[in-house]
């Protein structure tokens, strides 16, 4: 089992930075594909970025050249960088590990992009 621990959220003046990370706990995480997810109120969870456990990236096209996915799988981490945020990227962000069809997630952590 995987327990995912997501934290770096917070609130953030338009055009400003956040670097979330997710801590995971297990001897699987090297050997899944990690990804972030984001919903926002009244809105279903939509994908943010992913990453394999090779390392291949893949990411929402309307977020592609702002938000960086990275893993750490010495650390048991894997990272989403934030850049450029805009008023409507504020959601709940989650991370989620999955091996084949067994999936995990964290609790979310909350991201407001507010001036």
């Known amino acids: 089992q995987v327990q995912l621990v997501e934290s770096g959220g917070g609130l953030v003046q338009p055009g400003g930075s956040l670097r979330l990370s997710c801590a995971a706990s297990g001897s699987i995480f090297s050997i899944g594909s990690m990804g972030w997810y984001r919903q926002a109120p009244g809105k279903p969870r939509e994908l943010v970025a992913t990453?394999?456990?090779?390392?291949?990236?893949n990411y929402a096209d309307s977020l592609k050249g702002r938000f960086t996915i990275s893993r750490d799988n010495a650390k048991n981490t894997v990272y989403l960088q934030m850049n450029s945020l805009k008023p409507e990227d504020t959601a709940v962000y989650y991370c989620?590990?999955?091996?084949?069809?067994?999936?995990?997630w964290g609790q979310g952590t909350q991201v407001t992009v507010s001036s």
């Open positions: 989620k590990h999955q091996i084949s069809i067994v999936a995990y």
């Open positions: 990453i394999s456990s090779g390392g291949t990236t």
